[in-house]
């Protein structure tokens, strides 16, 4: 995807873009592979790849979020920086919390965020499931991109979730998932809002977007810990 099909695509999500975006854009993409070089962020390092997989496919989330609103997100395993970075690029009004369990990426996801000027938005290090136990109930709004089973990152992320937010996870093929999931559901006080399937331009790959409402408290044991919930929902 080139900068003019990238532009294209954008607006055609109904998202509005500048030359302020696309710079911004441009030098998060230099230092996204100068980082790369020294420690494993992403194995897309291509220009045209990097536009299309990760900086348009993070911005698919406006199809399932009204990301102008002035809400509260996390981006759970945010990694290289997707989509949590490119959000407040192009949503500045957000305010985004990032937390991973990796240090040297958290160290990285900092840096960028001071290198691009962002503004409320921060990294951290830390595990979901501890983290949720201190944040009860704080976010609008959980996001995951490609991290860990449907059932894992729901359990472990609900619990820093308002009553009647949503958690959003972006995946590609996930019925085998969302099977194990949805019997499970209530029991965190859960509901599948909506699955929305679509597929990345030029490329055609799949893409699905799940939108998880929580609609009640959820039980006191949880979160879990991971190891302890894959044994369950893995067997």
């Not at 992403?42 to 199809?63: G, M, P």
């Not at 983290?131 to 059932?151: G, W």
């Not at 099977?179 to 790959?205: C, D, H, M, W, Y």
């Amino acid at each position: 995807m080139n900068k003019e099909d990238f532009i294209k695509e954008v607006e055609a999500l109904g998202i509005e873009i500048d030359d302020n975006k696309m710079n911004l854009l441009e030098k998060f993409y230099s230092l996204l592979i100068d980082w790369n070089e020294k420690i494993n962020l992403t194995t897309i390092t291509n220009h045209e790849e990097v536009y299309l997989k990760h900086f348009y496919d993070s911005l698919t989330l406006y199809k399932e979020i009204d990301l102008t609103k002035d809400i509260k997100l996390c981006d759970v395993g945010s990694g290289a920086g997707f989509p949590g970075i490119v959000l407040k690029i192009f949503f500045p009004n957000l305010k985004i919390t990032l937390i991973d369990s990796l240090q040297k990426r958290v160290k990285y996801l900092n840096e960028i965020i001071k290198e691009l000027g962002l503004k409320d938005i921060e990294a951290l290090h830390f595990r979901m499931e501890d983290y949720s136990k201190e944040h009860t109930e704080e976010f609008d709004y959980i996001t995951a991109r490609a991290v860990a089973d449907l059932c894992v990152i729901s359990e472990v992320s609900v619990r820093a979730l308002k009553i009647n937010g949503s958690l959003v996870f972006m995946k590609a093929n996930c019925d085998e998932e969302l099977e194990r999931f949805t019997p499970n559901a209530k029991k965190l006080g859960l509901v599948i809002e909506n699955i929305n399937r679509f597929q990345l331009p030029i490329e055609n790959s799949n893409r699905t977007l799940i939108s998880i409402k929580k609609v009640s408290k959820t039980n006191s044991i949880y979160p879990r810990r991971v190891d302890t919930i894959r044994k369950e929902y893995m067997k």
